[in-house]
């Protein structure tokens, strides 16, 4: 078992970034493929990025391409979301989750959400 703990959302303006970290748990968090997700009120979740175990392949949703970057550190057991050029669409409680790096295994563990507020 993982166990993610995110932190780095808050309340920012248009056009400024936040930095996303999720810390994990265990000496296996190198073995395991990242994704982070977000949802906002009255909306279905979405994946935003994705990363591989090795950091070698990452994964964009088209509406952050460009200004999103997906990172990680596995000696320290953090992933990262950096997020620039932030926008009101980005507005959403934004979860880190991990699976495994097999292509079919679903995202069975999950951080417990930050809140990230863009104002307009």
């Known amino acids: 078992q993982v166990q993610l703990v995110e932190s780095g959302g808050g309340l920012v303006q248009a056009g400024d970034s936040l930095r996303l970290s999720c810390a994990a748990s265990?000496?296996?968090?190198?073995?395991?493929?990242m994704g982070w997700f977000r949802q906002a009120p009255g909306k279905e979740r979405e994946l935003v990025a994705a990363i591989t175990w090795s950091g070698g392949s990452t994964y964009y949703t088209s509406s952050v391409k460009g200004r999103f970057t997906v990172s990680r550190d596995n000696a320290k057991n953090t992933g990262y979301l950096q997020m620039n050029s932030l926008n009101a669409e980005d507005t959403a409680v934004y979860y880190c989750?991990?699976?495994?790096?097999?292509?079919?295994?679903?995202?069975?563990?999950w951080g417990q959400g930050t809140q990230v507020t863009v104002s307009v």
């Open positions: 989750a991990a699976r495994s790096s097999f292509l079919t295994a679903p995202y069975d563990y």
């Open positions: 265990g000496r296996t968090f190198g073995t395991y493929n």
